[in-house]
């Protein structure tokens, strides 16, 4: 098991940018896709990115691409998700997860049943 923290995240305007971050302990961090979701308020819990262990393979959602980076740094037991071009529609609480399965490499969405270990959220709120 790995335990998640996140955060980074707060209030911005639209059009603004922000940079979460999830801090993992335990062994098993290293051997894991990590990926980011969000929930928005009255919504289900939906995908945003992943990406594998070694970093070099990254998927995101159409929502996000092109606004949304995700990077992992092994040494710190770090990931992030550097956020810019910020919607309204971005809005709601940000979970860093990691995968219930070592080493996979996402081609596809992932749903957020693959994810195992969560962390409790940062709230991410942009403003018109």
């Known amino acids: 098991q790995v335990q998640l923290v996140e955060s980074g995240g707060g209030l911005v305007q639209a059009g603004g940018s922000l940079r979460l971050s999830c801090v993992a302990s335990?062994?098993?961090?290293?051997?894991?896709?990590m990926g980011w979701f969000r929930q928005g308020p009255g919504k289900e819990r939906e995908f945003v990115a992943v990406?594998?262990?070694?970093?070099?393979?990254?998927y995101y959602a159409d929502s996000v691409k092109g606004r949304f980076t995700i990077s992992r740094d092994n040494a710190e037991n770090t990931v992030y998700l550097q956020m810019n071009s910020l919607k309204p529609e971005d809005t709601g609480v940000y979970y860093c997860?990691?995968?219930?399965?070592?080493?996979?490499?996402?081609?596809?969405?992932?749903?957020?049943?693959?994810?195992?270990?969560w962390g409790q959220g940062t709230q991410v709120t942009v403003s018109s």
């Open positions: 997860a990691a995968d219930r399965t070592p080493f996979k490499i996402w081609t596809m969405q992932p749903k957020p049943a693959d994810f195992g270990s």
């Open positions: 335990g062994r098993t961090f290293g051997s894991r896709a």
């Open positions: 990406i594998n262990t070694s970093g070099g393979r990254t």
